[in-house]
């Protein structure tokens, strides 16, 4: 469990990197844009070869679509009640006037969850850890950090404040993979497969209804190009997993 928290911890340390980077510098929303572009590649890759593959060859097609679905989901309805508190602007490298603190933490975190837990799912089921999916959510995280921090900022909070904001997640990434880790090694390697299955539409929705657009908005064209690229190196790192 010690080890899937430490790599829960590792994968979402990005978000702490990326706030020192809002702190220090002012970077162009294209910049963010392509960035988060690179992170939408290693994510479907990681979602594809990661999760989904894995979880076919454990439960039937059905039991897969079925817990694609339900991540689905209930990504959406806490998305959707997130936005409603002001969580809607989170992934905005312009930040967000009409944005909440306490909505952005809170979104954050619901981006994070199903990111971390999947890293202590794999270590339970022996599967060992994926430099794909570490890659990936490090990636992914960046221009999350980099939006929600200027956000915060512009709302008047505190660097001190917005860092600490940023440890505390960390740590509840940490905490997700550890709690999918025991999810797996109580009940065994089914659920760990519906559990992947989960995580993996949970991820693929907030691909499609959060990242993609901002992306898009930000980098123009270019951005399937350098999506593209993202997904080439997760492939590429998947590969020398096996």
């Given amino acids: 469990m010690g080890e899937a928290a430490l ?3 590792i994968a979402a ?6 706030a020192g980077i809002a702190f220090r510098f002012n970077l162009s929303a294209r910049v963010v844009g392509l960035v988060m572009a690179f992170g939408i590649g290693t994510l479907i ?3 594809s070869f990661e999760l989904v ?3 076919l060859q454990e439960v039937e097609v059905g039991e897969v679509a079925l817990g694609l679905l339900v991540g689905s989901l209930v990504f959406f309805v806490g998305d959707l009640l997130i936005d409603r508190i002001g969580g809607h602007g989170r992934k905005n490298p312009e930040g967000s006037e009409g944005g909440s603190g306490t909505g952005i933490v809170l979104g954050t975190v619901l981006d994070g969850i199903p990111e971390s837990a999947v890293l202590g799912i794999a270590i339970a089921a022996g599967e060992g850890v994926s430099a794909a999916l570490v890659a990936a959510i490090w990636i992914s995280n960046l221009p999350e ?7 915060l900022l512009k709302s008047g909070m505190d660097k001190g404040k917005v ?12 905490l997700s993979s550890a709690l999918g880790y025991l999810i797996v090694d109580k009940s065994g ?10 995580a993996a539409g949970a991820l693929l929705t907030m691909i499609a209804d959060e990242m993609a657009p901002e992306a898009f908005k930000k980098s123009g064209k270019l951005t399937g190009v350098v999506v593209t690229f993202g997904f080439i190196l997760a492939v590429g790192l998947t590969g020398l997993d096996m």
């Fill in 7 to 9: 790599w829960g911890f």
């Fill in 13 to 18: 340390s990005s978000l702490l990197v990326g």
């Fill in 45 to 47: 890759s990681s979602v």
């Fill in 53 to 55: 593959v894995p979880a």
């Fill in 145 to 151: 950090s980099l939006g929600s921090s200027v956000a």
């Fill in 163 to 174: 860092l600490m904001m940023w440890v505390a997640i960390v740590g509840v990434s940490a």
């Fill in 189 to 198: 390697t089914l659920t760990g497969a519906l559990v992947s299955a989960f």
